[in-house]
Nanobody, 127 residues
Framework: QVLLVESGGGSVQAGGSLSLSCAAS??????????MAWFRQAPGKEREGVAA???????NYADSVKGRFTISRNNAENTLYLQMNNLKPEDTGMYYC???????????????????WGQGAQVAVSS
């Protein structure tokens, strides 16, 4: 059974920082063979891609978070990370970790490609 378990998040004032982790287990292939990403969903809005990392760890970001968020992965520890700095109220939402078997250059922010999903971690940013 594939499990992606998010941890971290919480509440912070605007301008603050939070970090998220995603521990993967039960994947069919080794973690390094998966494209992985973070998505978020704000109340009343559709889920959107935030940041993705391909199998080589190269990254892709939504314009709204460029320069503020950093995605990274530790394949040896089967873990994906998201460091969020200079948070804004519009960053509030449920953050999801996702993965799909990919190749170098697979770093889509479109959820249609992702087949494994975590349960989510809440991030709340107050003004």
């Amino acid at each position: 059974q594939v499990l992606l378990v998010e941890s971290g998040g919480g509440s912070v004032q605007a301008g603050g920082s939070l970090s998220l982790s995603c521990a993967a287990s039960g994947l069919t292939y080794s973690t390094y063979r998966y494209a992985m990403a973070w998505f978020r969903q704000a109340p009343g809005k559709e889920r959107e891609g935030v940041a993705a990392a391909d199998t080589d760890g190269r990254t892709n970001y939504a314009d709204s978070v460029k320069g503020r968020f950093t995605i990274s992965r530790n394949n040896a520890e089967n873990t994906l990370y998201l460091q969020m700095n200079n948070l804004k109220p519009e960053d509030t939402g449920m953050y999801y970790c996702a993965a799909y078997p990919g190749r170098r250059g697979d770093w889509s922010l479109s959820e249609q490609y992702y087949i494994h999903w975590g349960q989510g971690a809440q991030v709340a940013v107050s003004s």
